[in-house]
């Protein structure tokens, strides 16, 4: 059975903390492994890694894939309030596999 | 920036009724997904649609049904239902099928029956 394990579960760090997310997948027809943030609202897409080994990066945030150890990082430097959120890992091709969701909150 | 805008978002019903949620992707997208997550579970994959044929099928009852029109919003149509439907039904949509193009979600519609 396709899995995605996200850890820790939740995580409370003070501002200007970094941090970093791990994900772990077992999944039949590997694609593609993408990092969501979700607040309040719908997840908003983050990052989609295809290729081992290559960071992807935007602003503070940062991502890379490793193919052979099925797992996957977001780090997140100098953390602030408004990273607060549930960080989701999907995997998945016409249809997403969830992870249980990294849980952040940053305290002012 | 346009998002995928769902409605309604919220919708109580009860036992054996219907329902009819809707879907209006981003412009330009042409595939839709539709997600189903029960309290305290991950999302589901229900169904999806591409150039408004259905697309792929996962874990979707027998008593939905879903479709997308001519202007790419799609509906998904629930009969009979049940008190385990209740859920927040989500919807995404992309650019193209597959797994070149990151899908795009709505807020949800949550859906509490009584």
């Known amino acids: 059975e396709d899995k995605v394990v996200q850890s820790p579960l939740s995580l409370v760090v003070h501002e200007g903390d970094t941090v970093t997310l791990n994900c772990s997948y077992e999944?039949?027809?590997?694609?593609?492994l993408l990092w969501y943030k979700q607040e309040k609202k719908a997840p908003t897409f983050l990052f989609m890694l295809?290729?081992?080994?290559i960071e992807k990066k935007s602003g503070r945030l940062s991502s890379i894939l490793d193919k052979k150890e099925l797992s996957s990082i977001l780090n997140i430097t100098a953390t602030q309030t408004g990273d607060s959120a549930i960080y989701l890992c999907?995997?998945?091709?016409?249809?997403?596999?969830f992870g249980t969701g990294t849980r952040l909150k940053v305290l002012a | 920036a346009a998002g995928v805008i769902q409605s309604p978002r919220h919708l109580i019903k009860e036992k054996r009724e219907t329902a009819t949620l809707k879907c209006y992707p981003i412009?330009?997208?042409?595939?839709v997904y539709w997600y189903q997550q029960g309290p305290g579970q991950d999302p589901q994959f229900l169904i999806s649609?591409?150039?408004?044929?259905?697309?792929d099928k996962g874990s979707i009852p027998d008593r939905f049904s879903a479709q997308q029109f001519s202007d790419y919003h799609s509906e998904l149509n629930m009969s009979s239902l049940e008190l385990g439907d209740s859920a927040l039904y989500f919807c995404?949509?992309?650019?193209?099928?597959?797994?070149?193009?990151?899908?795009?979600f709505g807020d949800g519609t949550r859906l509490s029956i009584l």
């Open positions: 995404a949509s992309s650019l193209g099928r597959g797994a070149n193009q990151p899908q795009h």
């Open positions: 412009p330009r997208h042409d595939t």
């Open positions: 649609f591409y150039e408004k044929m259905q697309s």
């Open positions: 295809t290729s081992s080994g």
């Open positions: 999907i995997t998945g091709t016409y249809k997403y596999i």
């Open positions: 999944v039949t027809n590997f694609r593609s």
